[in-house]
């Protein structure tokens, strides 16, 4: 198989990190298929996430590596880990406690286009924390 | 609001474009929650897909707009656009007809980590179309 082929069709995970050393990763509830987030990894978190289990991102406003949940306690549980065809995204299928969003909603994509507008959102969800709560320690 | 609230938990679409002008979309299948791909849109593919409701990307080996399935029919009809907490991802809620990967397979994640190891990846699907067929003409 050519290099190519080899990334698409082979069974070597090679993710393609990008210029910044860094690969979009989608934690997607495994139970009900909703998706959480979407943050980035560097290699250390991947393999921290595929050694320890938990999800592990890398933070690219603190720069350090972020353990999800590290500060809410809300971990995700990692129970598999999809790369896609030309092995440049990631998934995680995680089960999880409580909210992932630090606004408070189960997922970070609680509003949607409302039709018809081009840029009005409406929001689709209820807030099942206080973030305020969780992260005023 | 200040202006990150605002972006955070207010109702204005203000996409946060990268460095490169793109930010990533996934494309999460509408019934089953399958999340079929991840690709990236500038402002125009997401102008385009708000205003005539089919998925439509940036291509960055083509550098141009790719209406997902110009080539191969399979198109993307979007019922809902979601966007996340700080408004640098984008999902597409679509309705499809058939396989969105070129690899033949319905989604492009088709490979799993194997559990226990570090980058030994095993298929989780089957193809659902020949891509030798529908990409020959």
């Known amino acids: 198989m050519s290099a190519d082929k080899e990334i698409e069709l082979g069974t070597e995970l090679k993710p393609k ?17 909703v998706i ?7 290699k250390e978190a991947l393999d921290h996430t595929i050694k320890t289990g938990f999800g592990t991102y890398y933070s690219r406003s603190r720069k350090k590596l972020w353990k999800k949940g590290e500060q809410s306690g809300f971990l ?13 995204c990631i998934i995680l299928k995680v089960i999880v406690d409580s909210g992932q969003c630090h606004n408070g909603y189960q997922s970070c ?5 409302i039709k018809g507008t081009a840029d009005q959102l409406e929001f689709i969800a209820e807030k099942v924390f206080d973030p305020s709560k969780v992260y005023e320690k």
């Open 17 to 33: 990190f990008d210029e910044n050393g860094l690969i979009p990763a989608i934690a997607q509830d495994a139970r009900t298929g």
């Open 36 to 42: 959480l987030m979407v943050a980035y990894m560097n």
């Open 76 to 88: 995700q549980k990692v129970t598999q880990i999809l790369v896609d065809c030309d092995q440049d």
């Open 109 to 113: 994509f609680y509003r949607a286009l």
